[in-house]
């Protein structure tokens, strides 16, 4: 389920409910400025009440956010090669 989710969430094995939460998620990812109450809507559709909706776009924005943050410092990359000196 873990990799249907990563490389294509859209066919991933998961419920219509799921699915419009996670479509309102990557337009958070994507531009956050560009989320309306249409988006809003779609999920109360989908049953999502206002604290759903508030859990669901405070989840999302920490990891942006976070992820943002563990890139700019290089977390997770290998760390540059240490020129030796030649003195022991």
């Known amino acids: 389920m873990v990799e249907a989710l990563r490389s294509d969430y859209p066919t991933a094995p998961i419920t219509a409910r799921e699915r419009v939460m996670l479509d309102y998620v990557v337009q958070i990812t994507k531009d956050a400025t560009r989320i309306s109450p249409t988006d809003h809507e779609r999920l109360r559709g989908a049953g ?39 003195a022991s």
């Open 48 to 86: 999502f009440d206002d604290t759903g909706i508030l859990q669901i776009t405070l989840i999302a924005s920490w990891f942006n956010y976070i992820n943002r943050v563990a890139d700019a410092l290089g977390v997770g990359r290998n760390p540059p090669a240490i020129p030796e000196t030649g």
